[in-house]
């Protein structure tokens, strides 16, 4: 499986940005995304990779961390292997590396079985 997460940038604090993570099987591997429940983390320098929000394999639930529940909203379009993560109102503590995660419906990087190369997003203030 491979990932690739797309659509960080930089913009002020009260903006927005939409997240795509794009999902792609090796050549000759059987890969389904909607049989797997996704998620979204972040990294910022200095820090662990922190939980953001996932998303139930048929998109009938999510989870959000308190820090970003009201301004985030996680989906999913399985017909494209994709999953969004829209993101308002945006502050300056969100700047960091966002990376996609599939396998896992928790707070926790161990639930989660691979992970693609994260994309930068940085809001000022």
């Known amino acids: 499986v491979q990932l690739q997460a797309s659509g960080g940038g930089s913009v002020q604090a009260g903006g927005s940005l939409r997240l795509s993570c794009a999902a792609s099987?090796?050549?000759?591997?059987?890969?389904?995304?909607?049989?797997?429940?996704m998620g979204w983390f972040r990294q910022a320098p200095g820090k662990e990779r922190e939980f953001v929000a996932a998303v139930k394999w048929d998109g009938s639930a999510t989870y959000y961390a308190d820090s970003v529940e009201d301004r985030f909203a996680i989906s999913r379009e399985n017909a494209k292997n994709t999953i969004l993560l829209q993101m308002d109102n945006l502050k300056p503590e969100d700047t960091a590396v966002y990376y996609c995660?599939?396998?896992?419906?928790?707070?926790?990087?161990?639930?989660?079985?691979?992970w693609g190369p994260g994309t930068q997003v940085t809001v000022s203030s």
């Open positions: 995660g599939i396998g896992g419906f928790s707070r926790s990087t161990i639930d989660y079985t691979y």
């Open positions: 099987r090796r050549a000759g591997s059987v890969f389904i995304m909607s049989d797997y429940n």
